[in-house]
């Protein structure tokens, strides 16, 4: 029923940004919190952030906090996610996730939609 895209991905050297959009469809994206995971070669996928409904609550992990800002268009049925001071750790593939409730959650396990990820690539 939801559909996710994400982009923006792409090659940056260590201490650039990047900045990734995740469009969603649907007239209902406005009640939704959405998320941010990652998943690296070899790793299990984990949290990166989140953000209420209204973009008033947000979260983040602890290795991004400072770095990365969540928010939000939801006249454009966006979400973005800032990249600031990258680093070669933050190399992995992005999802963008959906929850049809407006309360943002860290739990991977609540969310309902999942795009299909894009890359992000920090080189040293």
């Known amino acids: 029923q939801v559909q996710l895209v994400e982009s923006g991905g792409g090659l940056v050297q260590a201490g650039g940004s990047l900045r990734l959009s995740c469009a969603a469809s649907?007239?209902?994206?406005?009640?939704?919190?959405m998320g941010w995971f990652r998943q690296a070669p070899g790793k299990e996928r984990e949290f990166v952030s989140a953000i209420s409904w209204n973009g008033v609550n947000t979260y983040y992990a602890d290795s991004v906090k400072g770095r990365f800002t969540a928010s939000r268009d939801n006249a454009k049925n966006t979400v973005y996610l800032q990249m600031n001071s990258l680093k070669p750790e933050d190399t992995a593939v992005y999802y963008c996730a959906a929850r049809t409730y407006p309360r943002a959650t860290i739990e991977e396990q609540l969310y309902d939609y999942w795009g299909q990820g894009t890359q992000v690539t920090v080189s040293s």
């Open positions: 649907g007239r209902t994206f406005s009640s939704y919190a």
